[in-house]
C-alpha cells in the first residue's frame, strides 16, 4: 500500500545537537511539507519543496533545513539553532496535479530535547 | 488571501448527541475545503473534501459538511456521536502563498465525547 513513513516515531535530542527526522514517501507525490504541531497552536509550517531538489521556507523555518534529492524522499533537520525542538512533527505530501487533492499524512515525529 | 476559522477551540457532546464543528473560510476564488481528523499522536487523516461538486459532501465514520458560499461556511456534522469520534479536527482550504499552492489550516477543533 502506498503511503508516507516517518521515522523515528519518538527522537530525544540532547542540548546543541543536531537530529534528522525522516520521511518517505511511495504515493508518487510531487510536492512534500513539513509541519510542526504544538499544543493549541495547530499546525505550522516549517519548509515545503514542489519538486526535487527545490525548497522553500514556510512560516517558522529558522532553526531547520531539508533536503530534497529524490522525489520520494524529504528529511528534515532540527539544527542546534533551533531553541525550542520539543514539538510534533508531521510530514505530508500532494499529488500538485489539481488544487483539489488533499495532502497525505505520515504519523508523526514525536521530538524531545533532553 | 486564504484563510480560515474554527470556532470554538474545544467542543464537548454527550455520545449519541449531534456533533456541530464549525469552519468559515475566506478566499477571493472558488475554495476547495477540507476536513482532516487527528487522533492522539497520529498524523492527520482526510475525512472529506468540497470541490465544488455536490454542495453536501459524505465523508467517512458518517461525518458530513455542507458548503454554503453565502455564509462562506464548511461545517462538519454528525447526527449521533460515538466515543470514538474523541479527537482533533482541522478545517483546510487550498490556497496561493508564496507563489505555490498549498492548504491552509484552521487553529483545530478538539471534541471531546462524554458518556
Known amino acids: ?20 527526522l525522516s520521511c518517505e514517501q511511495n504515493l508518487n507525490h510531487d510536492a512534500m511539507y513539513w ?45 542546534s539553532a533551533q531553541k525550542n ?30 | 488571501a486564504q484563510s480560515v476559522t474554527q470556532l470554538g477551540s474545544h467542543v464537548s ?19 476547495y475545503l477540507f476536513w482532516y481528523v487527528q487522533y492522539p499522536n497520529q498524523g492527520l487523516q482526510l475525512l472529506l473534501k468540497y ?9 467517512i465514520n458518517g461525518f458530513e459538511a455542507e ?7 464548511f461545517h462538519l456534522t454528525k447526527p449521533s456521536a460515538h466515543m470514538s469520534d474523541a479527537a482533533e479536527y482541522f478545517c483546510a482550504v487550498s490556497g496561493v502563498s508564496g507563489g505555490y499552492n498549498k492548504l491552509i ?3 483545530g477543533t478538539r471534541l471531546a465525547v462524554h458518556p
Open chain 2, 67 to 73: 458548503f454554503k458560499k453565502s455564509e462562506t461556511s
Open chain 1, 35 to 79: 509541519y510542526r504541531q504544538d499544543p493549541g497552536q495547530g499546525l505550522r509550517l516549517i519548509y515545503y519543496s514542489q519538486i526535487v531538489n527545490d525548497f522553500q521556507k514556510g512560516d517558522i523555518a529558522e532553526g531547520y533545513s531539508v533536503s530534497r534529492e529524490k522525489k520520494e524522499s524529504f528529511p528534515l533537520t532540527v539544527t
Open chain 2, 105 to 107: 489550516f484552521g487553529a
Open chain 2, 13 to 31: 457532546v454527550s455520545e449519541g448527541a449531534l456533533v456541530l464543528l464549525r469552519c468559515n473560510y475566506s478566499s477571493s476564488v472558488p475554495p
Open chain 2, 51 to 59: 470541490t465544488s461538486a455536490a454542495t453536501l459532501v459524505k465523508g
Open chain 1, 1 to 20: 500500500d502506498g503511503g508516507i513513513t516517518q521515522s523515528p516515531k519518538y527522537l530525544f535530542r540532547k542540548e546543541g545537537q543536531n537530529v534528522t
Open chain 1, 85 to 114: 525542538p520539543t514539538a510534533f512533527y508531521l510530514c505530508a505530501s500532494r499529488n500538485t496535479g489539481t488544487e483539489s487533492y488533499g495532502y497525505t499524512f505520515g504519523s508523526g515525529t514525536r521530538l524531545t530535547v533532553v
